[in-house]
């Protein structure tokens, strides 16, 4: 944990996966854009889990997946940074717990780096040549629902390059993480229709954006296995809740 805080990269850290219930602390005055934390009653430790696209609901309890940023020294929030970082809302109920700023400044806010533009802005054309190409979307743990400012950037860029190329055949192919594993004494394993609800929901967004059904097909699978994409920021076990857009061209 020391070493990854004083710089070791994300590939050589250790990818954290816990359960807890979340808390929240003041900073910014009751204003709803102070800090989110996460305790993992394993080890004691408290981390700060702000830097999630998708941010805990305190009245449930959350999976946290994230690894401890490599090159912060900041303590905004009370807490070890985890960045990249995942939160996933689960049914467990929690007590709502809210501390006080305690001296902790918080963070000024900032568009995040995957921020959907508005329809107003102008948008640079998509170069060719074009080649036959595969998107993702991903997704909190057992949801298929797009994560707001992130999966509908992902999705936004990924149908902005299919009107480009116009491609011939569209497979929108979903995933599910099925198999069984520990986390903080309990198993998780994703339902196996997910995986169809995640494919089924993609498709038909994508027949709403104007494409072609004929030539949109659609499977699902459990079992998955992780993939490397930029857009996970390498994060192992998110990476296998997810749709692929395979495009033909």
């Known amino acids: 944990m020391i070493a990854a805080a004083m710089g070791v990269s994300a590939a050589q850290a250790e990818e954290l996966r816990f359960v807890t219930c979340p808390i929240y602390r003041d900073t910014d005055a009751g204003k709803k854009s102070g800090c989110w934390l996460a305790d993992a009653h394993e080890t004691g430790n408290r981390y700060d889990v702000s830097k999630a696209p998708s941010k805990p609901d305190w009245n449930h309890a959350v999976l946290v997946e994230g690894v401890v940023a490599s090159r912060t020294t900041e303590d905004a929030c009370g807490g070890v940074v985890l960045d990249p970082v995942r939160t996933s809302i689960l049914p467990a109920d929690c007590p709502r717990h809210m501390l006080e700023a305690e001296g902790f400044p918080g963070r000024k806010f900032v568009l995040p780096r995957r921020n959907v533009s508005p329809l107003s802005a102008a948008r640079a054309p998509i170069p060719g040549p074009f080649a036959a190409r595969t998107f993702r979307v991903f997704y909190d743990f057992d949801q ?14 990924a149908v902005a390059w299919l009107r480009a190329a116009k491609p011939r055949a569209i497979k929108v192919v979903g995933w599910a993480a099925t198999d069984s594993v520990a986390i903080s004494g309990m198993d998780f394993a994703e339902h196996a229709d997910i995986a169809k609800e995640r494919a089924e929901k993609i498709a038909e967004s994508l027949a709403r954006m104007g494409f072609d059904k004929s030539i949109i097909s659609v499977e699902w699978h459990g079992g998955a296995k992780p993939v490397i994409d930029p857009d996970i920021d390498g994060l192992v076990e998110p990476s296998r809740r997810r749709v692929d857009i395979v495009a033909t061209l």
């Open 144 to 157: 298929s629902f797009l994560v707001y400012q992130y999966d509908d950037y992902l999705f936004d860029a």
